[in-house]
């Protein structure tokens, strides 16, 4: 007969089998517990076993570059500082960078096999002046769909073409942190373009900025919205190709449209709230730059998009020729404007061009259209004027699917006067 373990009527025995994780990112452990009943006296054999699972701490997503860690600090800062900081944490600078507008220095640091989740906490509660964080993952967002059989929308359907007897958006410097656009590309060669860095020939690489910039600048008529504003493209994406980027890439390129002195800022991406990106973007606001930026394609359940959901900065949703929201858009009451983004004639790397859809392509639209009406008011232009003359869709006034509403170029035209 087996030796009871211990003595009394009940007793658990509680052994770790496994763990798991829920789509939230909860982690779940199997628990099995064994009751020492009487039966057990006799014999283990009739011992009750029973499975349950409890909840673990929850896990944040790996959302960032497993390896890196960013470094940021005031520029007046003594650079012996930084190099002691990097020294004691072991960490490798792999590249520097000065964010000259927001007067930072940034470092991007290998961990050498370090955790940066870690070491970010590590730093953070023993450093006053060196700010450290991991360097987290946006993404573009548009997305092919072939189903959608639609060639664009008429441009009367927000009121652009209002403009055209006066302006074509000439005299506006756009900048769009992107991918790499194909400027060779029939609608888009020998357009005002400057693309910052390298030319990029991979069609994977160009994709998305080839849709964003021709939806702002293309000379087809079906296509560009302000086809004489200007382009500044500062690539922060297109690495990879899942049109994935890096905060510190962004904050870079953002640095480099600042300095360039663009009127427009188009954010055709969105990711999670991230310190040094805010950074930039409130910088380049108070450069008195218009910052456009898409409110996701998370669906309606999401949280908030970033940098979209910033304070001053025009979150843009997608809606299709029905004037319907888009079913993977973002909600939320961040949302400023709808414009369209469903099923979006615009062009593709290799002088093709493609059907579209998402808030990217939303974003790159009201982009346009602002350029349109900067460049026929530029003293004293006011954005809110988008969303007080904007076509009420949904409920009654703002909510949260489709913000103030229809962006409409014709109607804020007539506040202009």
């Not at 961990?111 to 730093?123: K, R, V, Y």
């Not at 690489?205 to 939806?215: V, Y």
């Not at 232009?381 to 007080?388: A, Q, S």
């Amino acid at each position: 007969m087996t030796k009871p373990l211990t003595t009394g009527l009940f007793f658990c025995i509680i052994v770790m089998l496994s763990a798991c994780a829920n789509t939230d990112g909860t982690r779940y452990a199997a628990v099995k517990t064994v009751h020492n009943n009487p039966a057990c006296h006799i014999s283990s054999s009739w011992c009750v076993e029973n499975y349950t699972y409890v909840s673990l701490a929850p896990t944040r997503p790996v959302n960032y570059v497993k390896d890196e860690l960013l470094l940021v600090y005031d520029q007046k800062l003594n650079e012996h500082d930084a190099e002691h900081l990097l020294k004691t944490y072991k960490l490798r600078p792999k590249n520097r960078a000065l964010l000259a507008s927001a007067g930072l220095n940034l470092i991007t640091a290998k961990t050498n096999g370090q955790d940066p989740l870690h070491l970010e906490q590590a730093i953070n509660n023993k450093q006053k002046d060196i700010k450290a964080q991991t360097n987290n993952y946006f993404y573009t967002g548009s997305i092919a769909n072939p189903l959608i059989t639609s060639t664009g929308y008429p441009f009367s359907f927000t009121g652009i073409e209002a403009a055209y007897p006066f302006t074509k958006g000439k005299g506006v410097k756009i900048g769009m942190v992107d991918t790499p656009v194909d400027i060779f590309h029939e609608s888009l060669r020998g357009k005002a373009i400057t693309l910052q860095g390298s030319v990029e020939r991979d069609p994977k690489t160009l994709q998305h900025g080839t849709e964003i910039a021709g939806t702002m600048v293309s000379s087809n008529p079906r296509v560009g919205i302000a086809p004489e504003a200007s382009l500044y493209v500062a690539p922060a994406f297109g690495k990879s190709t899942d049109n994935k980027g890096t905060a510190a890439d962004i904050a870079k390129a953002i640095e480099d449209c600042i300095k360039a002195d663009v009127d427009i800022l188009n954010l055709s991406f969105a990711g999670e709230q991230d310190d040094l990106v805010d950074t930039m973007v409130k910088q380049a606001l108070r450069n008195k730059i218009i910052v456009v930026a898409s409110a996701g394609n998370n669906g309606p359940n999401a949280k908030p998009a970033y940098p979209a959901a910033l304070d001053g900065v025009i979150a843009v949703t997608a809606i299709d020729n029905k004037q319907n929201i888009f079913s993977k858009a973002n909600r939320g009451n961040y949302i400023d404007l709808a414009a369209p983004g469903v099923g979006i004639l615009t062009t593709a790397p290799h002088s093709s061009y493609k059907l579209a859809s998402g808030t990217s392509i939303a974003t790159a639209h009201v982009s346009g259209l602002i350029a349109l009406l900067l460049s026929m008011q530029r003293q004293g232009f006011d954005p809110n004027i988008l969303t007080k003359t904007a076509i009420d869709l949904g409920q009654d006034g703002r909510d949260n699917d489709y913000g103030y509403g229809l962006v409409n170029l014709s109607q804020a035209l007539k506040a202009l006067k």
